[in-house]
């Protein structure tokens, strides 16, 4: 996210309460950097004026810059009390990597998520500053103060907790506070969900979102997650890029206290879904009461997601003899592979199709028998000349029913796998109709909006 300026007035206010301390410093943005180069982040101060209308701005800024002085110069800068004392008042903290000048000065941040850094802050009455590593080594080993940080981020009260239901089946967790230290407590969240819910979260941990650092947004991982996982994607991005203090517009997948990328950012600001086949696989597996399904047969999910968009040679084949030159393929295929992974190319065919003003190729595949293997895969031509685009009709299940659906995908470049629908079919004639939209989409409305995946 990019850095807010701050007002004239209150750089001045900070300015001079720098120099009260004996520091002259420049501002950059939300930094504030003396003559000795070091850094003082300004974006608690910011989120602190808006929140404290009611206390004068001198007072407000004075108060907050003491404790920046008594970070960034040390624990024993200032009357910041004994190390013990110090070491006893520190929480773990995320922020957002770009928002730092210089994140090489804090080597002892840990990057809990791509972009994301967890670092050690220290309490005060006027909110939360985050120590250099200079401060940290003061005070002890990294590590185990981060292993202490975490568990007295644990046993803070929840300010605020609500479940809201989605409106397309199953909710969410919505947990507020005015504390800058609530997006953080996805570091706890095992334990967060026991204060709330009464129970451990699944094995399959959760899917998880924390926009600002003053909210978190999560759902257990169960057969609605699908659903869920639509809403919770929309609503990150948008508490994100409308918050006067956004962390992170993305969404993960808890398992174990590890963070997995849910979202990456995609073309004019959107949200691209990651890790789909790892989703789809968990969620057919529940689906299915719970017992491992078989995991996708490589000569058959090769052949469709591996295989076959590579090869745009196809299109010149003529069209009597592409049922022939893909068995050929599958065969050819088959035999890089041992003997008890080979699979008969039954049901394989193709042909070609208009769609709209596009040339595709429609291949059938042999019936999937575990998910994330396709039912068919359509090659596009755009009319416009651009590159080959690659379509799959892939297995799933559904979360509500149980019952064998499918979902919507497109391999891109770099092998990134975009999920474009839930809710499939098997059948040929939708997955058609639902490329050909994809390949003509409707124009934009004036008004665009950023930040939002859209199915």
Known sequence: MGQREVEPELAAHVR?????????????????????GRDYGLGGLLELVERRP????????????????????????????????????LYPVLLDATT????????????????VLELLALESPVGWQVLTSEAVAELGEASRLRVDARARLARLPVE???????????????????????????????ALYRAVAGRDLPPDG????????????????????????????ETAARECDTSAAPLSRHTYWWRGGELTPLTEEGE???????????????????????????APRPHHYRFAHRLLPSLPELGSVPGERLDTELRRLWEEYGASLPVEHRLEPDGLR??????????????????????????????????????????????????ITGERGAVLGEWEGEGRHRLHRTGMTAEARPFLHAVEALLDPPPPPPAKRRGLFRR
């Open 16 to 36: 001079a309460a720098f120099a009260e301390f004996g520091n002259e410093v420049t501002l950059h943005g939300e930094v504030a950097r003396d003559l000795h």
């Open 100 to 115: 730092l000048v210089d994140p090489a000065r804090l080597p002892h941040a840990l990057e809990i998520a791509p972009g």
């Open 350 to 399: 193709g042909g070609f199709v208009q769609g709209g003003r596009h040339r595709m190729l429609l291949v059938a595949l042999p019936v999937p028998r575990a998910a994330t293997e396709a039912f068919a895969v359509v090659l596009a031509w755009p009319s416009d000349g651009s590159a080959l685009r690659t379509f799959t009709l892939e297995y799933a299940v559904d979360p």
């Open 206 to 233: 959760a899917v998880v979102a924390f926009p600002t650092p003053f909210r978190l947004l999560f759902a257990p991982f169960d057969v609605e997650v699908p659903e869920v996982l639509q809403v919770l994607i």
């Open 54 to 89: 009611d206390v004068p701005l001198a007072e407000l800024v004075r108060a907050h810059v003491l404790e920046l002085v008594v970070a960034v110069q040390g624990p024993m800068a200032g009357d910041a009390g004994s190390p013990v004392e110090t070491a006893a008042r």
């Open 160 to 190: 605020g907790h609500e479940v809201r239901p989605t409106g397309q089946g199953g909710s969410l967790h919505v947990v507020t506070g005015g504390s800058a230290l609530t997006g953080s407590r996805v570091l706890v969240l095992d």
């Open 268 to 294: 004019g600001g959107l949200l691209d879904i990651v890790h789909v086949d790892e989703v789809v696989a968990a969620v057919t597996r529940l689906a299915g009461g719970g017992g491992d399904l078989p």
